[in-house]
């Protein structure tokens, strides 16, 4: 079993930056691959990034590409994603994950998932 916990988001100008951390429960971090997805109001959720177990494997959506970053640190059992330029579109809820499954980009892979954190930015 693994609990997930996000933070970090918050209500930031266009063009500005936000760190998300998730921090998980338990001795098995590095056994799962992480990922984080959105949701926006009145849209599904969506795949951002995901990491590999060690952390030497990343992938983004092309929405994020280049703007996103996100890495892990397993002595400290926590993922994160770097956010800059941020854009108004990229409003909405943001939920961390673990999978058992080597990266994926798709949600149905993913055993757990924290509550999300709100990231709102405005124009």
């Known amino acids: 079993q693994v609990q997930l916990v996000e933070s970090g988001g918050g209500l930031v100008q266009a063009g500005g930056s936000l760190r998300l951390s998730c921090a998980a429960s338990?001795?098995?971090?590095?056994?799962?691959?992480m990922g984080w997805f959105r949701r926006a109001p009145g849209k599904e959720r969506e795949f951002v990034s995901t990491i590999s177990r060690n952390g030497g494997i990343t992938d983004y959506a092309d929405s994020v590409k280049g703007r996103f970053t996100i890495s892990r640190d397993n002595a400290k059992n926590t993922v994160y994603l770097q956010m800059n330029s941020l854009k108004p579109e990229d409003t909405a809820v943001y939920y961390c994950?673990?999978?058992?499954?080597?990266?994926?980009?798709?949600?149905?892979?993913?055993?757990?998932w924290g509550q999300g954190t709100q990231v709102t930015v405005s124009s």
């Open positions: 338990g001795r098995t971090f590095s056994t799962y691959s």
């Open positions: 994950a673990a999978a058992r499954a080597v990266l994926s980009f798709h949600s149905y892979d993913y055993n757990y």
